[in-house]
T-cell receptor, first 115, second 114 residues
Framework: GNSVTQMEGPVTLSEEAFLTINCTYT??????LFWYVQYPGEGLQLLLK?????DKGSNKGFEATYRKETTSFHLEKGSVQVSDSAVYFC??????????????FGKGTLLTVNP | NAGVTQTPKFQVLKTGQSMTLQCAQD?????MSWYRQDPGMGLRLIHY???????DQGEVPNGYNVSRSTTEDFPLRLLSAAPSQTSVYFC?????????????FGSGTRLTVV
């Protein structure tokens, strides 16, 4: 079946540090890939997405590139802020038709950014 | 737009009680899902629906029922609450199987079963 593996946290950084959160997936074909963010006490928000190989998703200074050859979708940000402190989830929806659309999540990575 | 609205935000139940978690969306999305979030487990799919009148089970359906009588509403029913159902529950909806636009999530219901 489909699966998503992301680096376990927690990750603690100082403000303005570089961030990488690794994500790899297992799925057939060309799934759509997503990063969701969950701020404390809130629901999940879509951060960025990529729907085909070599696509780069970007939003709020975060970037991730869909790498088919390595089945990866690593999240990066050049300079994190305290307000980026949250839990980050990598996720996929599978390729294919019918009702095969379920969103599969990684377990989440808690990021804490200190001033 | 309100997006996805979940009620209540918090609930405490006694073991054996039943209740319904409400979910409504105003985006005319066909696809709706319920997830539970537990520490160290990520999010797990409970039930989902691909349109009004059509529902199916996800990874962890036991102890939960759903129905989809309208496009807008997708309530989740706990039949006889157990402490193992203590969790945060999220409802989500999508226009196109989540392929291009991803899913829109509600703000969650935190349920405690004592």
């Amino acid at each position: 079946g489909n699966s998503v593996t992301q680096m376990e946290g927690p990750v603690t950084l100082s403000e303005e540090a570089f961030l990488t959160i690794n994500c790899t997936y297992t799925a057939t074909g060309y799934p759509s890939l997503f990063w969701y963010v969950q701020y404390p006490g809130e629901g999940l928000q879509l951060l960025l997405k990529a729907t085909k190989a070599d696509d780069k998703g970007s939003n709020k200074g975060f970037e991730a590139t869909y790498r088919k050859e390595t089945t990866s979708f690593h999240l990066e940000k050049g300079s994190v802020q305290v307000s980026d402190s949250a839990v980050y989830f990598c996720a996929l929806t599978p390729d294919g038709g019918g009702s095969n659309y379920k969103l599969t999540f990684g377990k989440g990575t808690l990021l804490t950014v200190n001033p | 737009n309100a997006g996805v609205t979940q009620t209540p935000k918090f609930q405490v139940l006694k073991t054996g009680q039943s209740m319904t978690l409400q979910c409504a969306q105003d985006m005319n999305h066909e696809y709706m899902s319920w997830y539970r979030q537990d520490p160290g487990m990520g999010l797990r799919l409970i039930h989902y629906s691909v349109g009004a009148g059509i529902t199916d089970q996800g990874e962890v359906p036991n102890g939960y029922n759903v129905s989809r009588s309208t496009t807008e509403d997708f309530p989740l029913r706990l039949l006889s609450a157990a402490p193992s159902q203590t969790s945060v529950y999220f409802c989500a909806s999508s226009r196109d199987r989540g392929r291009s636009g991803g899913y829109t999530f509600g703000s969650g219901t935190r349920l405690t079963v004592v």
